[in-house]
């Protein structure tokens, strides 16, 4: 995962993405000739591979160029390339397009007449399976205005503090951590998710130990105790993003980082997230991967569990399981069976036509200092109840904890070594989506096709 500069959000930072423009915007439409005041210009090539049929699929690559200097004022450059940027079709249509991640080269001189710059663009492809489709993206056009697009992607808050909606959804963040605390669906019986005992997404999470335990006992560390962490936030007409990173106020082990993208016009949004152990330490559990609901917004649960040692074309088998009728130990449905880097996990309520999953699709774990695998013990997915709550987690390390009657040496012999940069990374889309009783979970399993064979994106000349 690159790593990216902290902006530290003092300030009210109100945010409106293209706020209700289906009503009062209009896409940029210009003919071909208009298109010659763009002094720059460079050709993406987007070819569909796998066969699958691609429908407002979100694509993003690299370009570098040298954006001009305008009135001599280099703090203007991402303004600048934000505003003059266009993607145009092969029939000259403009396509909304978002140039983030602007990077320009540092070196340059303060009275340079242009600078070299490293962007990233995001856009969404329609192609039929096998097909290939060019774009052009045009920039350098001083006298350009502010393109504005429709789009059902709205956005407004503060700090990181924030209400995300499009046609599917409505997500608020909450006020002191910026960690999921409500979402809203949009279809089926349009219920609303909540948690009784605290935000909806709870991890990353981890157990800090103290030196002197069981004398003093240990405590959880979670990134809902972020505390008005550093911030930075992208937005436009594709996605809006926020990342939140910090040493968990209150102890100096658990360093964790979050990360959320959501998508116009899609029904799943993209989380990664990152710990690092910041001192040599010991811990009875790290986990992620969780979501937190009522207990009674679902009633069954399904999951694909394939996994990265399988054969090559073997994707293992979708299982499933009434979540009131199925074996337990303590509060885990199925014992805590499923293995820990499954393809796709499932919450649903196939009465009231609704469900939501997390599709796995990245997850590393390695010592940032050494560059050797950070420890796991006892690593597998959950799906548990507790206080009123239902939810998915991913272990790392879970170790037992003691019980009643346990003596001290014990207990401290459960405990796990972890090492100082010890990490963990992973990288999920969270979707909500209808359920369909003739063909249980395909909404999710049709995405996690998509999304783990994604477009191939080419700038051609390179």
Request: proline share 5%; hydrophobic share 35%; net charge negative.
């Amino acid at each position: 995962m690159q790593a990216e500069k902290a902006v530290h959000v003092r300030h009210i930072f109100i945010v409106h993405i293209f706020l209700i423009f289906a009503a009062l915007a209009i896409a940029d439409h210009a003919d071909a000739a208009d298109w010659a005041n763009w002094k720059q210009q460079q050709t993406v090539l987007v070819q569909e591979t796998e066969g699958i049929d691609r429908a407002h699929e979100p694509v993003e690559c690299e370009i570098q160029f040298s954006q001009p200097v305008r009135n001599a004022d280099q703090s203007t450059l991402e303004a600048d390339i934000s505003r003059e940027i266009r993607l145009v079709d092969n029939t000259d249509k403009a396509l909304p397009v978002q140039a983030f991640d602007i990077r320009r080269n540092t070196r340059t001189k303060a009275d340079a007449p242009s600078v070299p710059v490293r962007i990233r663009i995001a856009f969404f492809v329609d192609l039929k399976a096998y097909e290939s489709r060019e774009f052009t993206v045009l920039l350098d056009n001083q006298s350009a205005k502010a393109a504005r697009y429709e789009s059902d992607l709205s956005v407004s808050g503060e700090g990181v503090e924030f209400t995300v909606t499009n046609d599917k959804f409505r997500i608020l963040t909450e006020k002191m951590s910026g960690q999921i605390d409500q979402i809203d669906l949009k279809f089926a019986t349009k219920p609303s998710f909540r948690f009784k005992y605290g935000t909806l997404h709870w991890n990353p999470d981890f157990i800090v130990v103290p030196e002197d335990f069981p004398s003093t006992g240990y405590t959880w560390w979670y990134a809902h105790h972020f505390d008005k962490p550093d911030t930075e936030t992208e937005s436009g007409p594709v996605f809006f993003s926020v990342r939140r990173k910090q040493l968990i106020p209150g102890q100096d082990t658990a360093w964790m980082e979050v990360y959320y993208r959501f998508y116009a016009g899609l029904p799943y949004f993209i989380m990664e997230s990152h710990i690092v152990a910041k001192k040599d330490t010991k811990t009875f559990a790290i986990r992620n991967d969780e979501l937190a609901f009522g207990r009674t917004d679902f009633t069954h649960a399904g999951w694909r569990n394939r996994t990265p040692d399988m054969m090559e074309g073997h994707d293992g088998e979708i299982g499933s399981t009434g979540l009131y009728q199925s074996t337990r130990v303590g509060g885990h449905v199925l014992g805590s069976s499923l293995p820990p880097n499954i393809a796709w996990i499932s919450l649903a309520h196939p009465e009231n036509g609704y469900a939501v999953g997390s599709i796995r699709l990245d997850f590393e774990n390695k010592n940032v200092l050494t560059g050797e695998p950070s420890p796991l013990y006892n690593s597998h997915t959950v799906i548990s109840e507790h206080d009123e709550g239902l939810y998915w987690f991913r272990s790392l390390i879970y170790s037992p904890r003691g019980s009643s009657g346990v003596d001290s040496d014990t207990v401290r012999s459960f405990l796990v070594d972890v090492p100082k940069g010890s990490s963990y990374y992973e990288k999920n889309a969270y979707l909500m989506y209808e359920f369909d009783t003739d063909h249980p979970y395909v909404g999710i399993d049709s995405l996690w096709q998509q999304l783990r064979k994604p477009c191939k994106v080419k700038i051609m000349g390179d």
